[in-house]
């Protein structure tokens, strides 16, 4: 019953990995292009990462090479990985269609210490 459901965030340390998934209902996540946003204190939301309905991929400079997004059609899902993480990456994260739907779930909080 809830669109969008952000989970995986926690803290770790610089050079660290984490690895969130999103459960997006399928009114929202089928035949779309899905997103990672990420938005720290006093900063806009931004899109780090998408992948579309077909599998092709797209990363935000700020990430690539370091995050890598994947999605499986059969269970909803749309999952980021992070790896050599940076104090840099702190920030609520966030997915969505691409362009968003307007409305967001709560996201889950990345905090990466230094």
């Known amino acids: 019953q809830v669109p969008l459901v952000e989970s995986g965030g926690g803290l770790v340390q610089s050079g660290g990995s984490l690895r969130l998934s999103c459960a997006a209902h399928?009114?929202?996540?089928?035949?779309?292009?899905m997103g990672w946003y990420r938005q720290a204190p006093g900063k806009q939301r931004e899109l780090a990462a998408y992948?579309?309905?077909?599998?092709?991929?797209n990363y935000d400079d700020s990430v690539k090479g370091r995050f890598t997004i994947s999605r499986d059609n059969a269970k909803k899902t749309v999952d980021l990985e992070m790896n050599n993480m940076k104090p840099e990456d702190t920030a609520v994260y966030y997915c969505?269609?691409?362009?968003?739907?307007?409305?967001w779930g709560q996201g889950t909080q990345v905090t990466v210490s230094s």
């Open positions: 992948v579309t309905s077909d599998g092709r991929r």
């Open positions: 399928d009114t929202i996540f089928m035949w779309h292009t």
């Open positions: 969505n269609r691409v362009p968003d739907v307007g409305r």
